[in-house]
Each structure stands twice: as C-alpha cells, then as structure tokens.
C-alpha cells in the first residue's frame, strides 16, 4: 500500500472550473508529517449558484467539519483534505448537470493524486446517476448526501454508490401504495405541480408508476404552477366525479389556494381526502399551515382537517439523531466564511443534509480504518469493494444511526399526520422490518371525529346515483 507525503496548500481555477482545496484543523498537518499516513482526497463537486439546500454552499460546513473530525479520529494513520469543484457560469441546476461529467473528469486528470486515495462525497442535484458513471470508471468510491436514484440498485451501473441521503428515493411509490391499501382506495386522483420546487415532480413520476404497476384507478393531472392566479375549478369538478381521495403534489401555498377553492364547492367535508406532501420543515420550501393572518384564514384551518401530510424526511421520528452536536459550528461557518453565501443566515441550515453529509464522512472514516487495521479485509483501492463494505450496515456518527439497505441506500424516516384542529399529528411513521417499505401506525386518527378514514367512492356513488340509493335499485 503506498502512502503520500502530505502535498502543500493550493487554490487552482481555470476559465470555467474552480477549485477550492481545504485542509481541516491545520495544527494536525504538523504533527502528521512526521507520520507515514495514507492521504485521502474528497472530492466534492457540486452547484453554488442558487440557495437550495442541497448546494455544496449551504451543505459545506459539514464538509469542515466532517474532515475536522475525521483528522482528529484517525491522525496520524490517515489524513483527509477535500476540494470543492464548482463552476460559477452555470445559473439553475440543470444545465449543471450536463457540465458534471467534463469538471470531475479534468479534476482527476489535472489535480488528482495517484498516490492518493481519492473519494467523491456530493450533496448533488439531480446528477447523481452522472457521477455514479464517472465513479464507476475511475472505480473509486461515491458518496450522495442529498439525492439518489434507481441507478443505486444495479450494480454493474453503479457498483462504487453509496448514498446517506435521507429522502426516501426509492420509496415515494411504496408509501403512497401502502397508504391506499390499507384504507382500500382504489380510484385516486393524483396532481402534480410544475413549478420551482423541484421536489414535487421528484415524487409524482415514480407514485404515479407504482399505482399503475398495481392495478390503482388513477388520474394523473400535471399544471404549471407559475401561471398567477392559480384556478382550480375544472380540476375539483373532474375530481369529485371520479374520487374522494385526492394526492396532491405542489407547495403549501397552492394547497391553500386548492383548499379555500374546494371548501366554496363543499368538497372538505369527511368525505374527502387531501394528501399533500413535504421534503422537511424548511423556511424556503414553505409552511403548511392556515394561519396567513388574512381574511381565509378560519376556512383554511377547517379545510386542513380534510389533509393528510406526508413529511419525507421526519428526523423526529429517528431516536438516535443528535442534530445540535454540531450547529453552533456550523452557524460559525456561515457567518464566517462568504464562500457559503449565507453570511447574513438568510436561509436556515438544512440540517438533515448537513447532518447526512457529516454522516457520509465519518461512516468513510470508520470503513477506511477498520481496512488499515485488519478488521476488514477490503481492498480500498477498488471503489467496488470499499462500497460493499457499506452496504446492509449501521453506523453511529454523532448525528445519529445511519442504517444503509443491501444496496448501499440509506433507510429513510418518513411520517404521515392528520391535522387535529391545531396542528398536525404524525399517526404513521416508516419502517423497514420486511426489507421493504411499510407503514408503522403509531396512534389512532381523529378525521372529523371518526377513527376512520373515508372510502374513496361514496355509498351512493359520485353522482349520488348509485343503483343502491335509487328506487330502481331498491
């Protein structure tokens, strides 16, 4: 096994690539120098442009203080520096994925250390399924925070991925389908919005697959939701001509405005469902509740009891998180360091990924040492074994349990509330006993003063003309 020396500081940029080089707690450079030690290059490239969450900006601090903690674990037996690799010409996350494959590929040609173990660690935006490619043919290991894919399954296409994002990737379709059974729903009336949150046409696609896949009576409606003002009066009535349970995938705001429209028609009653949908409690992707301090108020809050909310990730519900050990450092960061772009905390910490991305780097921490120490016997030099080593594991960091599946995608917490008149109340919470997903309840619902939630058909039909209710049928 080669070992390093210890390269110097360096701050590179080319026309349209930049990158940052960070060495964490400087003091451990010194002592380590004396020591052979095998040096571990993260690299980390990602978006900066727009404050989403899941920017190597707003996740960076974890970046600090995850190779902070791993340099002052495992010096001097290994020593971890890691790079940023960004380009600042790209204005949406898109048209940065197709840039993706061209930076890391000129890193590895022009900065990388051969001599080095090199690892990429990315919070990512939607191109996770490049780097996995990248990843692949350079075999070295790859670790996604904030995003994965159905790619993470195949492992003659991904055999290097790993991924400690929280989102339940994998398991929109499975949440929704295990909802719908267990109440016997079979015809439902999914909408989705297209508009800036990219989360919901994340989750609409792969629902809408699993109910066709599963036999589900489904109208699947997409609209733009940057057409002002948002008018829903075609979409209720072909509604409550078809169900009573309505899954609808857009922001808080077009809920309410949904609402407040669907109450006019007297369709928040008991008899409908609305299943609205949340990625986490973030100030940027809106709130879901019906004080607005306007003139709608009072019907917004009686319409809520109609709505179910699925929350995606709900670290509430995980025993073992400990998500304030690192935020007055990470706060620090922020204010500290304009290259987070968030000097003035304009936008909250997205601690879940922050939290997934200090977790990624102490779970690389704990599989390199117990290789170097003989208790596993890996190659770390082959990205696909030194994924293996990960996968169908736990591991305690000091944010909590992360528990990866047999493919090396993380089990997510997921919860499901009604509203009881005050706020929401989680009933339902996600759990993976079988291997797949299920839903675990955990209390009884009050809908409308009923335990029960209501069919998706009415007794007397839609119409209220079903041969059961007419003189005819009698």
Not at 84 to 91: R, T, W
Not at 109 to 125: A, F, G, M
Not at 170 to 182: F, K, S
Not at 343 to 362: I, K, V
């Amino acid at each position: 096994m080669a070992f390093a020396k210890m390269p110097f500081r360096v701050l590179l940029s080319a026309a349209k690539l930049f990158i940052l080089h960070h060495w964490a707690l400087p003091s451990l450079i010194l002592t380590s120098l004396s020591v052979s030690a095998l040096n571990v290059q993260i690299l980390a490239p990602g978006f900066v442009n727009t404050p989403m969450p899941s920017t190597i900006t707003l996740c960076g601090p974890a970046f600090a203080t995850g190779t902070e903690y791993l340099n002052s674990v495992y010096s001097p037996t290994l020593n971890f520096t890691y790079f940023y690799v960004y380009d600042l010409s790209y204005g949406n996350c898109s048209s940065f994925t197709d840039e993706t494959l061209h930076m890391v590929s000129q890193w590895m040609y022009q900065v990388r250390d051969p001599n080095s173990l090199t690892v990429i660690v990315s919070p990512s935006c939607t191109y996770e399924p490049y780097l996995s490619q990248i990843a692949a043919q350079w075999n070295i290991l790859l670790i996604t925070s904030t995003q994965s894919d159905i790619t993470i399954r195949d492992k003659h296409l991904a055999p290097t991925w790993i991924s400690t994002n929280i989102y339940p990737a994998q398991h929109y379709g499975d949440a929704m389908l295990n909802l719908i059974q267990a109440n016997n729903w079979t015809s439902v009336y999914v909408v989705e919005e297209d508009g800036p949150l990219q989360f919901y046409g994340l989750v609409g696609p792969p629902v809408k697959r699993t109910f066709e896949a599963n036999g589900v009576q489904l109208v699947y409606l997409k609209y733009d939701g940057r057409k002002v003002p948002l008018n829903f009066t075609t979409l209720l009535i072909e509604f409550n001509a078809r169900s009573r349970v309505m899954f609808f995938f857009g922001p808080a705001e077009s809920l309410r405005i949904l609402l407040i429209q669907a109450y006019s028609r007297k369709m928040t009653t008991s008899e409908y469902v609305y299943v609205a949908a949340i990625s986490f409690i973030y100030k940027r992707y809106g709130v879901f509740t019906w004080n607005k301090g306007d003139k709608d108020d009072l019907i917004v809050r009686m319409a809520y009891r109609s709505v179910l909310l699925f929350t995606a990730i709900d670290l509430s519900q995980d025993r073992s998180a400990n998500l304030t050990s690192f935020t007055a450092r990470w706060r620090d960061l922020y204010l500290s360091d304009p290259f987070y772009r968030n000097q003035n905390l304009r936008d909250d910490p997205p601690t879940p990924f922050l939290a997934a991305t200090e977790a990624g780097l102490e779970m690389l921490g704990q599989v390199l040492d117990e290789a170097i120490t003989g208790v596993s016997s890996i190659d770390i030099w082959d990205g696909a074994d030194l994924a293996s080593a990960f996968w169908g594991r736990t591991f305690n960091t000091t944010t909590g349990r992360v528990s990866l599946d047999k493919y090396g995608d993380r089990l997510p917490f997921t919860s499901m509330s009604y509203y009881d008149g005050t706020q929401f109340v989680v009933f339902a919470r996600s759990r993976f006993d079988s291997g797949s997903f299920q839903w675990e309840n955990i209390r009884a619902v009050d809908w409308h003063g009923s335990p029960n939630f209501p069919p998706n058909e009415p007794y007397c039909g839609y119409g209220g003309d079903h041969l059961r209710c007419t003189e005819k049928g009698c």
